[in-house]
């Protein structure tokens, strides 16, 4: 857009913001950068790009206003006399209805009488040629100057024309026609917004005036309108019907409501001294549905943290919010700001910040590169942990994938609840006021729900063995909003499906995924840091899993994460037939003091193994099974695992059957079947005695 720098001179003082030049450098410090700059006669023309999110800037007031700001200067006072008004008011003259108040908020008018055939003042159009703009007529030109000057659209209605003197603002209606300024007849739509008189539609609202009811050289009486449009009617509207104009261009963007009264008397006071005539007293001034004054508080934390800079101060941050035009309070370490009606685009703090910051200077904040303890090194221990997880399970055969952290609470993780009360986590999720999915407004509170998702997306493409894991952070705490990081955990979650080897190496037939694969996994994983002596498992009821393959894995002191087979109900929601592990590690749970490390010779005799089956109470658990087997301290053990846990359809009820397989060697010699066999007969009659087993 183009805009005049003597004309920008009506509203601050450009020779001590520093001329054309100084100009230029501030509207590039204000996010307004310089295009081009060309000299016409006495004037400068500056040719700025203005974001869309920027309204109030398509105006020399607008423009004025940013540079006032930031050069630390005063907005001139705009003394505008009172033009002497006589005769009928506006209001007998011509009436205004508005039946669609949510697309239309506001409508004013002020009526001019007599006006002549003159055309514009040698100003105005001096100025207007200055920045491209044609010269048309007194009333048009008085319309598009105040355009330029303030910002606010304004059309010229010839009052004669208008059937009744009425002005209807309704929605179009079906088949309606309407030829417009352009000499083009459009085909409405009735989703679009018209000017109407009590016969027909006269104007397509906020785009363009029709031209059955435009000012002509014969035209004696006018009706001047400035309104305030719904930005996505209007744009609906204009791109439906392939229209650009200088209003839609305001009008999609967002005007200020507050503006059309001085709008249309800067314009009366235009028209007047042109082509004469006589203003009629009072406005007209129809109102739709209320506007709210939009509030905000901006906190001296949070204008540190986002700035990276500890010399800011909230005094500082008032005087800049005020120059902007913000009605500002103090409140301790905080400021109560109510935000201008014409900056639509300011609504949350962080927008505040911004606005500080451009007035500050975003070169005054320092550029400086986190501290770190040398090359390659980690500022923070927790991403070692992350990494050397990562390494582990993309060596166990798994693949990283990255999932959205937006899910509804609700539908999404209500069947892990229990999982995310186990790991400290809040009831209540942490929700986004502005969403980008009004379906998923919540913070994700586990890793698995999106883990599984992407998971079954693998599987529905035709993959046969499926390992993924993610690492992440989830947002599962009351925290502190001046400390955002306080809300989130991190977490590292896996889950595998399909066929599946114990190793990437492990030669032979690869068979189906089971629980064990899964707790082998996670025993691995956890296994830099805590000895597998040192990890219990602890049965775990969670809808998200099935019932009695879950289990809580728990090191001394707390609960470092969950592993378990997925539920039949959350399978169904993915479309997954075979069966599914998962498995989720609190990555802030796990000691970052790396396990020591010991090296134990291998020794050079063969072993012998020995296996032992055995009835038990079905509640015993295989954990409880091993601990009493270790505990016995059997010469020579090696190692214990079980073979097999099987409860037949003919046993007793409430007993299984378990076989385990005892491993023994010796470092010094070879040993003997006899001694084993020893050992074995001492761990039978333990077992009978204190776990209640039965053999036979």
């Known amino acids: 857009m183009k805009f005049s720098l003597e004309w920008l001179g009506d509203f601050v003082?450009?020779?001590?913001?520093?001329?054309?030049?100084?100009?230029?450098?501030?509207?590039?410090?204000?996010?307004?950068?310089?295009?081009s700059m060309e000299r016409s006669g006495g004037d400068v023309i500056l040719d700025v790009e203005i974001t869309p999110n920027r309204p109030d800037a398509m105006s020399h007031r607008g423009i004025a206003r940013e540079v006032a700001a930031l050069a630390g200067l005063s907005l001139k006072a705009q003394g505008r006399a009172e033009v002497a008004a006589s005769g009928p008011t506006a209001e007998e003259l011509a009436s205004v209805t508005i039946e669609v108040p949510r697309l239309c908020r506001r409508f004013a008018a002020r009526v001019i009488k007599g006006i002549g055939s003159a055309p514009a003042a040698a100003r105005v159009k001096t100025r207007l040629s200055a920045i491209g703009a044609k010269s048309i007529s007194a009333a048009v030109d008085a319309?598009?100057?105040?355009?330029?000057?303030?910002?606010?659209?304004?059309?010229?209605?010839d009052l004669d024309t208008l059937a009744g003197g009425k002005v209807i603002v309704r929605r179009a209606r079906k088949g309606e026609k309407l030829t417009l300024l352009d000499g083009i007849e459009y085909a409405l739509d009735p989703a679009d917004v018209v000017v109407a008189d009590g016969e027909r539609a006269v104007s397509l609202a906020g785009i363009m005036g029709g031209l059955a009811t435009a000012v002509t050289d014969k035209t004696r009486n006018v009706l001047l309108e400035a309104a305030w449009w719904d930005p996505a009617a209007i744009r609906r509207t204009a791109r439906r019907l392939g229209l650009h104009t200088d209003a839609s261009h305001?009008?999609?963007?967002?005007?200020?409501p507050e503006a059309p009264p001085e709008a249309l008397d800067r314009a009366a006071r235009l028209l007047l001294e042109s082509a004469g005539g006589t203003l009629a007293p009072r406005?007209?001034?129809?109102?739709?549905?209320?506007?709210?004054?939009?509030?905000?508080?901006?906190r001296l934390a949070r204008l540190k943290l986002l700035a990276g800079d500890n010399r800011l101060e909230l005094d500082f941050a008032a005087e800049a919010l005020g120059r902007l035009g913000f009605t500002v309070s103090r409140r301790g370490k905080r400021v109560a700001v109510e935000v201008p009606s014409w900056r639509p685009d300011i609504s949350i703090e962080d927008d505040l910040v911004e606005e500080v910051l451009r007035v500050y200077g975003y070169q005054k904040l320092p550029s400086t590169l986190p501290p770190t303890r040398g090359g390659g090194g980690h500022l923070e221990s927790r991403r070692i942990v992350e990494e050397r997880l990562a390494d582990v399970?993309?060596?166990?055969?798994?693949?990283e994938t990255m999932s959205s952290p937006f899910v509804d609470r609700k539908s999404d993780e209500a069947a892990f609840s229990a999982w995310i009360t186990a790991a400290g986590g809040t009831r209540e999720p942490l929700s986004l006021?502005?969403?980008?999915?009004?379906?998923?407004?919540?913070?994700?509170?586990?890793?698995?729900?999106?883990?599984?998702?992407?998971?079954?997306?693998?599987?529905?493409?035709?993959?046969?063995?499926?390992?993924?894991?993610?690492?992440?952070?989830?947002?599962?705490?009351?925290?502190?909003?001046?400390?955002?990081?306080?809300?989130?955990?991190?977490?590292?979650?896996?889950?595998?499906?399909?066929?599946?080897?114990?190793?990437?190496?492990?030669?032979?037939?690869?068979?189906?995924?089971?629980?064990?694969?899964?707790?082998?996994?996670?025993?691995?994983l956890l296994a830099p840091w805590v000895h597998s002596d040192k990890v219990t498992w602890t049965p775990l009821q969670a809808d998200a899993f099935a019932s009695g393959a879950a289990a809580a894995i728990e090191i001394p002191g707390?609960?470092?994460?969950?592993?378990?087979?997925?539920?039949?109900?959350?399978?169904?929601?993915?479309?997954?037939?075979e069966p599914v592990f998962a498995g989720?590690?609190?990555?802030?749970?796990?000691?970052?003091?790396?396990?020591?490390?010991?090296?134990?010779?291998?020794?050079s005799f063969p072993p012998i193994e020995a296996d032992l089956s055995f009835s038990q109470a079905r509640d015993v658990s295989w954990q409880r099974v091993e601990e009493f087997v270790r505990s016995r301290q059997l010469a020579h053990l090696e190692s214990v695992r079980i073979l097999d846990r099987y409860e037949a359809p003919g046993a007793t009820a409430g007993r299984v059957k378990t076989t385990i397989r005892l491993t023994f060697r010796s470092h010094e010699r070879t040993l003997e079947q006899d001694g084993v066999n020893q050992e074995v007969a001492r761990l039978r009659e333990a077992l009978k005695e204190e776990l209640g087993a039965s053999f036979g």
């Open 283 to 298: 406005h007209i001034d129809a109102r739709g549905l209320p506007w709210k004054t939009k509030r905000a508080t901006l």
């Open 558 to 577: 707390c609960v470092v994460g969950v592993l378990g087979l997925v539920s039949r109900a959350e399978r169904e929601k993915r479309k997954l037939a």
């Open 13 to 35: 003082d450009t020779a001590a913001a520093g001329g054309a030049d100084g100009v230029a450098r501030w509207l590039e410090q204000a996010g307004i950068p310089l295009e």
């Open 143 to 157: 319309t598009n100057y105040v355009l330029w000057e303030m910002g606010q659209p304004l059309h010229a209605f």
């Open 584 to 603: 989720e590690l609190r990555v802030d749970a796990i000691p970052t003091d790396a396990a020591p490390l010991r090296f134990v010779t291998y020794s």
């Open 250 to 256: 305001r009008f999609e963007r967002g005007a200020d």
């Open 433 to 524: 006021s502005n969403p980008l999915d009004e379906n998923r407004r919540d913070l994700r509170a586990t890793l698995l729900p999106g883990l599984l998702d992407a998971l079954a997306r693998n599987v529905h493409r035709g993959e046969g063995t499926v390992g993924l894991f993610e690492v992440g952070r989830v947002f599962d705490r009351a925290g502190d909003p001046d400390d955002p990081p306080s809300f989130e955990s991190r977490r590292f979650a896996f889950a595998l499906a399909g066929e599946w080897r114990e190793s990437w190496s492990s030669s032979g037939a690869a068979g189906k995924a089971d629980f064990f694969d899964a707790k082998g996994l996670a025993e691995r």
């Open 393 to 399: 399970a993309s060596a166990a055969g798994l693949l």
